[in-house]
């Protein structure tokens, strides 16, 4: 068992897996699934599921419905930001307004912060 697991939520995990937002099921398929490197949907790591993770260059990508955007939500992501990153993680955090309306600048940062590690993958 590694370090972030937290078996209570491998469950939820599971069933976002099968229950992606159209989003979510946008950039899986139309960018993540087909790079040259591991992506991983919906992984747990302590208290949070990260919406989807690059395990080699150690990125989360996040993205945010409008439930993000209230006091709270801005509060509650901040903390989880600052979670990834004490653990050395770098975070990636879209809109689902980005993802509907700049899906390739989307895709196009996420490449320009894997590029650096798809050599080693191959």
């Not at 972030?4 to 946008?26: D, G």
């Not at 690059?54 to 600052?82: N, W």
């Amino acid at each position: 068992m590694n370090k972030y697991s937290n078996p209570r939520l491998t469950e939820n995990a599971q069933s976002l897996r099968r229950n992606m937002t159209k989003e979510e099921k946008h950039l899986w398929y139309d960018c993540l699934k087909n790079l040259p490197i591991t992506v991983k949907r919906q992984k747990v790591f302590g208290k949070y599921i990260a919406d989807f993770y690059i395990p080699k260059a150690k990125i989360v990508i996040e993205l945010d419905g409008s439930q993000h955007y209230s006091q709270e939500g801005e509060k509650a992501d901040a903390a989880r930001d600052d979670y990834f990153v004490k653990n050395g993680f770098i975070v990636l955090r879209d809109t689902n307004l980005q993802i509907q309306q700049e899906f390739k600048n989307v895709c196009e940062d996420i490449w320009y912060h894997i590029d650096p590690f798809i050599d080693n993958e191959m």
